[in-house]
């Protein structure tokens, strides 16, 4: 999958409209917030999170991750919340997928694969088949979860760029992103966009400065060469 310039920037974790308003502010492609993750960090209740995506502008992307896996819990969700898209931590059994989108043909899904563990290109080639996009991560199936580093972790993006090659699906690249490092990044998967969460906030709070640097980084035509 050749990358489709410019890169589009995800902002995770959203967690306000307040916060929502100054990411949208500062021309990102799209918000992600939290509902269910394995150890409960960062998650906001259903009705917040639909009050988020009420407030911003139809172009915006939505994203709701969740590590819920039963079929009807996730369409639920979904209408609950009114994203566009679903991002989920676990992938479903494949009848599960088709049940989604026999409810909802308009439906988005995005499978966050953890690269970390051994098996992840043949779990992103096997749920290829059943979703819209890949979110490359740091994440883990199992415990130590991502979450209990709020630092960010990183991963090897040859691994990452090795499954994007692999796949024609979109590709999002996330998991350690911050303005040092994600113009390397982007240089070796060449991806369709990044996910950042970590990488933009201080104290846990979403930072203009550490934003508009991520956003600046990533728009530099070397990025992309």
């Not at 919340?81 to 308009?106: C, H, I, M």
């Not at 969460?197 to 990025?223: H, I, W």
Request: aromatic share 6%; proline share 6%.
């Amino acid at each position: 999958m050749q990358i489709v310039p410019p890169v589009k920037v995800k902002v995770c974790c959203i967690t306000s409209v307040e916060v929502a308003q100054i990411a949208v502010s500062y021309g990102v492609a799209a918000i992600g917030m939290v509902d269910e993750t394995p150890t409960g960090e960062g998650r906001i209740a259903v009705g917040q999170i639909a009050e988020i995506v009420r407030s911003v502008p139809d172009s915006i992307g939505t994203f709701v991750l969740t590590s819920a896996t039963d079929a009807r819990q996730l369409a639920d969700l979904y209408v609950e919340t009114g994203v566009k898209t679903l991002q989920l931590w676990d992938p479903l059994a494949s009848e599960d997928y088709q049940t989604l989108r026999s409810a909802f043909p308009g439906i988005f899904i995005a499978q966050s694969i953890h690269v970390i563990e051994s098996d992840a290109p043949d779990v992103a080639r096997r749920v290829s088949r059943h979703v819209d996009a890949l979110v490359l991560d740091s994440g883990r199936s199992e415990p130590p979860f991502r979450w209990q580093n709020p630092a960010g972790e990183t991963h090897d993006w040859e691994i990452s760029r090795a499954i994007s090659d692999s796949i024609q699906l979109p590709v999002l690249l996330a998991g350690g992103l911050n303005a040092e490092n994600v113009c390397q990044a982007v240089r070796v998967v060449r991806p369709y966009g990044v996910d950042v969460c970590s990488g933009v906030r201080k104290d846990g709070r979403l930072d203009r400065s550490l934003l508009v640097a991520f956003l600046e980084t990533v728009s530099r035509p070397q990025c992309a060469d």
